[in-house]
């Protein structure tokens, strides 16, 4: 055996050490920024989604908003929503990520890929502590039923992580290339809402609309948590391989604009 071939693991772990390094440090600066040293500070990290996602469960349960479907609305809000505010959180804070960081680019060992990276983990960790901070207490007051598949429920969350992360990376880098785009990012955000399958379960559309939304990768993500919470008599409709095919088609097109974004905020 050659001498570099006895020295390439450890090359690979020594530089995997060094990511993890500076991705924990990434994400440590990134809380104290966000949330500072005192008050809730890093509880706030899932304070804050856990009460969107609490207020949205208590304005659908008054409206009895699943009323005839054969879902119960409290399972139904906190699946739905918790994966929706990890979505609109990850792309949210792409926007001017590389600006907002662009001292740390200077370092040799930090790239933009790092910063949003840092981001993205950041709040797929603090969202997924929220849903089972929520999850919890409901299960033990008989709100909710113990989770079906827990494999199926993370994978499901770690694909819309890396869905919601591939968006990012191209919104992050054109926010800086190209300026309008800041502007167009939010009200396309809203608009896509109805084709998350936040609100609906594919098996209560009909035949039409049920092609039409399995288009969405999101609405596969959504019906693939819920198949991992819910028992197997609640029809879902998913393809995780839909969601890895769209995850690094995105991912695959946003790491170069992202190398071309970061020489230009350098350069500017």
Known sequence: MSPRATRRPSDFVRALIVQMRITGALMLRETMTRYGHENLGFFWLMGEPLLLTLGVMLLWTMMDGTHGTGVD?????????????????????????????????????????????????????????????????????????????????????????????????????????????????????????????????????????????????????NEMFRGGFFTPDISTTWNPWYIVAWSAALTATGLPLIRVARNHVQGS
């Open 73 to 221: 609305v409290v399972p139904f809000i906190l699946t739905g929503y918790s994966m929706l505010v990890l979505w609109r959180q990850v792309i949210f804070r792409s926007i001017h990520c590389l600006r907002q960081n662009s001292g740390l680019l200077y370092h040799a060992n930090v790239r933009g890929f790092d910063t949003l990276f840092a981001r993205s983990l950041l709040d797929s960790i603090g969202n997924l502590a929220a849903f089972f901070v929520a999850y919890v207490p409901l299960l033990l007051f008989g709100m909710l039923e113990p989770i079906y598949d827990p494999l199926i429920l993370i994978s499901a969350w770690v694909l819309m992580t890396w869905l919601a992360f591939g968006v990012a990376l191209n919104i992050a880098a054109l926010t800086e290339l190209f300026a309008p785009v800041e502007y167009f990012v939010h009200p396309i955000m809203y608009l896509l809402i109805p084709a998350s399958g936040a609100f609906f379960m594919v098996s209560w559309l009909p035949d039409v609309l049920r092609e039409a939304a399995l288009w969405s990768p999101m609405v596969h993500a």
